[in-house]
């Protein structure tokens, strides 16, 4: 929901229409992916991958740069078990996990882990993590003392995102207290559903510790 003056709508030029469209599905695409990767099941969300019975997990706790690269193995070697097809896999983690990963260094070596976690080179144009694509989503669990799912492997194209018909979009100026504010409302909404085709073909991480 997006309130605007009706001063603003009034006087300014297209723009400001064209910002407001914009706030509005960027909004919109963090809900989604919300409930993609992590909805609940309750309370009307949908049950995102992580919450789906029967995928994969690897429990991390604190573990040194040299072990975090053995866990990661870890995750790809239960897809692997499962005979998923790791050249359609990728891995999906918050922001504080790719900082994690980035800044550790090998206690033995006393080198930065990143070459050799993030040095595969970019996969058709894309960047890697393990020689696999990543992307950096905080709709996943930050890392903050003992956390789970702050990464995710997987083959993304085993999960379905299902849209009820298109996005709706209400405007009122009379709804709450907009009258009196000389405001108007702007609502935009979308029914999604998601769906796990194969929750092997995903493994999380649990018990990870900053």
């Known amino acids: 929901r997006v309130i605007l003056s009706n001063r603003l709508i009034n006087l300014s030029s297209p723009a400001a229409e064209q910002i407001t ?8 695409g963090i809900a989604i992916d919300a409930a993609i990767y992590a909805g609940t099941g309750a309370s009307g969300q949908p049950t995102g991958i992580v919450q789906t019975s029967g995928i994969n997990s690897v429990t991390f706790g604190s573990v040194a740069a040299n072990a975090a690269y053995g866990k990661l193995i870890d995750m790809i070697q239960e897809l692997s078990a499962d005979n998923v097809e790791l050249a359609n896999c990728g891995f999906a983690l918050h922001s504080s996990a790719f900082s994690g990963l980035s800044k550790m260094v090998d206690s033995t070596s006393g080198f930065n882990m990143e070459r050799r976690l993030f040095g595969a080179g970019p996969m058709n144009g894309a960047p ?6 990543y992307a950096i989503s905080n709709q996943l669990t930050a890392i903050s003392g003992t956390v789970a799912n702050s990464i995710l492997f997987g083959d993304f194209s085993q999960c379905y995102l299902g849209e009820w018909g298109t996005m709706v979009l209400r405007s009122s100026d009379v709804a709450g207290d907009s009258f009196a504010k000389m405001q108007t409302q702007i609502m935009a909404a979308m029914e999604v559903d998601v769906g796990v085709a194969q929750p ?4 999380t991480t649990t018990g990870v510790t900053a």
């Open 200 to 203: 092997t073909a995903f493994c």
């Open 21 to 28: 469209r914009a706030q509005i599905a960027k909004d919109l």
């Open 128 to 133: 890697t993590l393990m020689g696999y694509k």
